[in-house]
């Protein structure tokens, strides 16, 4: 598994509306992110931004990938650590500043895990794992802003 990856995606913007950028409002902000294989994601700016709110928008994609990467080095953790994990959830948030020139940042995003293991299993073993799944995290380790994990544990009746 070491060595060096990489990922090609391809961006197609949907949101000429007949006058492209002529001005802000006359333009959308609609797009497609495509990969080789794998289904579109139909996404726009924030609906703050003049975007369509009921598509993904680049903020939430990133705090999704946090998400996800977390909840697959996770469980990878939990494997190798010989914890049974019998489900995972996270309602994770991520918060964005704006500065008055329009540049702005993710400044910190909080995972909350809610992670159930097996009946008879450690849950003070299974809580240790979250600094490891961060360890491992490609994503966590790509970004320059504080990432927060407030897990929770449950164990299965």
């Known amino acids: 598994m070491p060595g ?36 579109s994601i139909e996404a726009s700016a924030a609906r703050a931004f003049h975007g369509d709110a009921s598509r993904w928008n680049p903020e939430e994609e990133l705090i999704a990938a946090l998400a996800q990467c977390h909840l697959l080095s996770y469980l990878y953790a939990a494997t190798s650590a010989g914890v049974n994990v019998v489900g995972y959830a996270d309602q994770t948030s991520g918060r964005l500043e704006v500065e008055p020139d329009g540049s702005g940042r993710i400044v910190e995003v ?28 490609f994503v966590a380790n790509s970004v320059s802003f504080r990432v927060s994990i407030e897990p929770e544990t449950l164990v299965a009746q």
């Open 110 to 137: 909080v995972l909350r895990p809610v992670v159930t293991i097996a009946a008879g299993g450690d849950p003070e073993a299974a809580a240790a794992l979250h600094s490891e799944a961060h360890r491992l995290c």
């Open 4 to 39: 060096e990856y990489s990922f090609e995606i391809g961006v197609e913007w949907l949101g000429d509306r007949g006058a492209g950028t002529a001005s802000p409002r006359s333009y959308g902000r609609e797009h497609r992110v495509v990969a080789p294989g794998k289904p």
